[in-house]
């Protein structure tokens, strides 16, 4: 007896430490940032930390930018990276981990190239923001956060997986659970096979019952699929809990997180952004007279997501989602390949952006700087977020989403709120607005980012060429069109390098085409 429990101690001592070793253990490395550099790293091979986000580039030439210590405080570098890592490269980006470089000095024209890619990226960026200006001040304060050096790329490690931190820790578990099954074999005298098949027993009811219980999640996340650079599609198995959701009164995001948090990730840590976007609707009729829905989604770089969901209590539907909300692919701090990532994906039915469904009801939100919307008429209150995704869900036509949102009191927050695109088969087309926090709904072929509703607030929040472009060229073909003049309709109003995705969508078909930043010579087709 006394020698099973000595065996027992050490076995339990030593899955005690594999397990911590798992969690805690960490590769050293000496990276360093562009702040750490010097002269005397001037040719010399330096181990670099993986920087934080990217500017615009031009073929292998990065533009990267620092975090410093304080939220003002960035150093800008270029960066030339081999052609045959790119990849790799633009899906680590804000991962934090670490890059071999060569360093060498920055000289007055690769300082001029890096400032002027930065004030570019910057005069783009406050096209769409009313509250950013690119003035002197910031003009001269990008000029001082220069890096006086270079780098050209010679490696890149892999991002520190989670699969040998799982195994790694699944042994410790082994270890400590035999070190049990000994401790109470001499306890009990029984033998110590029997009451290892005791574990057992245990052990494979309970991963049944936990298969039983995960089974539609990890379907879903086996089902992600990487379709091209920057865009993947998933199919996701079960229901969408928005019976639950009305019922908890999400009101912001920060509701939305908790909630998610509780009911899909079983109380593990999860994060959700939100995000800002500017983008252009309309609405067509095909030569053969289906209904098009043609959407751009104006964004500052993210990673797309196609997710179908095939509900028993609705209707099957596609969403398109933006990964950068939930911290994945460039420049998020996730690899999209990754086993967090794909955990992530899971919350895209709840945050579809647009989509259409298999009753021919086709919707999309775009964002207003009008400020937040916050109704109070006694209905369940649900964040603006959240009504693409249940819309898809519940409703075959616009007058079936309207009562949807009547019976809704519905929140923004972040500063901003959004009006509702939605079309269906029968040609109907609508814009759905909260001005002063009552409901507004305006027949409308076309929008972008601009309220519609007449009155005090009409044309308030971000107004450009784009709404005229739409309404013009649909006046003048009569809003007949091939999904071919969808395409160009939506690259005539595309934002330089900020529109992230263009659909044109087919809602007699159940069916659309996706195009991925303004490259509109290479198609991605979803649908029947």
């Known amino acids: 007896m006394k020698k099973k429990i000595i065996i027992s101690a050490i076995l339990m001592l030593l899955g005690i430490s594999v397990i911590l070793g798992a969690v805690f253990f960490k590769i050293k490395h ?7 550099l010097t002269d005397d790293d001037v040719g010399r091979q330096v181990e670099m930390v993986m920087p934080d986000s990217q500017f615009p580039h031009e073929g292998n030439t990065y533009y990267m930018c620092y975090d410093g210590e304080t939220e003002e405080d960035f150093s800008f570098v270029r960066v030339i990276v081999p052609d045959n890592m790119i990849t790799n490269w633009d899906n680590s980006i804000g991962a934090g981990i670490v890059f071999t470089g060569r360093v060498s000095r920055a000289g007055d024209d690769v300082r001029e190239e890096v400032y002027d890619a930065v004030i570019s990226f910057y005069e783009r960026v406050a096209e769409h923001l009313d509250d950013f200006t690119v003035d002197d001040a910031l003009r001269e304060e ?19 997986p989670l699969a040998p931190r799982l195994i790694t820790g699944a042994i410790g578990g082994i270890l400590i659970l035999c070190s049990f099954i000994i401790l109470i074999s001499a306890f009990t005298k029984k033998k110590t096979s029997n009451v290892a098949g005791v574990f057992v027993i245990f052990i494979a009811a309970f991963l049944v019952a936990l298969g039983a219980l995960l089974f539609d999640k990890i379907r879903s996340a086996a089902s992600i699929k990487k379709e ?20 908890t009164q999400i009101v912001s995001i920060d509701d939305f997180t908790e909630w998610i948090r509780k009911n899909e990730y079983y109380n593990i840590p999860f994060e959700y952004e939100g995000y800002e976007h500017g983008c252009s609707a309309f609405t067509g009729t095909s030569e053969e007279g289906d209904i098009l829905f043609a959407f751009n989604y104006d964004q500052v770089e993210t990673d797309t997501l196609i997710v179908y969901s095939d509900p028993s209590d609705g209707y099957a539907h596609y969403g398109t989602v933006s990964l950068t909300g939930l911290n994945i692919g460039t420049p998020g701090g996730y690899d999209p390949d990754s086993i967090e990532a794909r ?26 700087k009008t400020g ?21 869900t519940r409703c075959a036509t616009v007058e079936e989403a309207i009562d949807l949102l009547r019976g809704l009191d519905v929140h ?6 959004s009006h509702f695109f939605i079309c269906d088969t029968s040609g109907r087309a609508v814009v759905i607005e909260w001005p002063d926090n009552e409901m507004s709904v305006i027949e409308a072929s076309a929008c972008t980012n601009s309220v519609l509703t007449p009155g005090r607030h009409f044309e308030e929040g971000f107004v450009d060429d784009r709404l005229p472009t739409l309404t013009g060229t649909l006046d003048s073909s009569g809003g007949i069109m091939t999904p071919s003049d969808a395409r160009d309709l939506l690259d005539s109003v595309s934002q330089e390098d900020y529109t992230e995705w263009s659909c044109v969508y087919n809602l007699n078909d ?6 991925l930043d303004e490259d509109y010579s290479t198609p991605y087709e979803f649908g029947q």
């Open 343 to 368: 955990a992530l994906m899971l919350t895209a039915p709840y945050i579809i952006n647009d989509g259409i469904n298999e009753a021919g009801l086709g919707v999309t939100f775009l964002q207003l």
């Open 372 to 392: 937040e919307t916050h109704q109070d008429n006694g209905n369940p209150d649900i964040h603006i977020n959240l009504l693409p995704g249940m819309i898809l």
């Open 412 to 417: 923004s927050d972040k500063g901003v709120t």
């Open 510 to 515: 159940f069916c659309f085409t996706i195009y």
């Open 142 to 160: 990008t000029r001082a956060q220069l890096c006086g050096y270079c780098i050209e790329v010679i490696s890149i490690s892999g991002i520190e």
């Open 228 to 247: 091209g650079g920057g865009i993947y599609s998933m199919t996701y198995y079960g229901d969408i809990r928005y019976d639950d959701l009305i019922e």
């Open 30 to 36: 000496n990276a360093r940032t562009a702040f750490d």
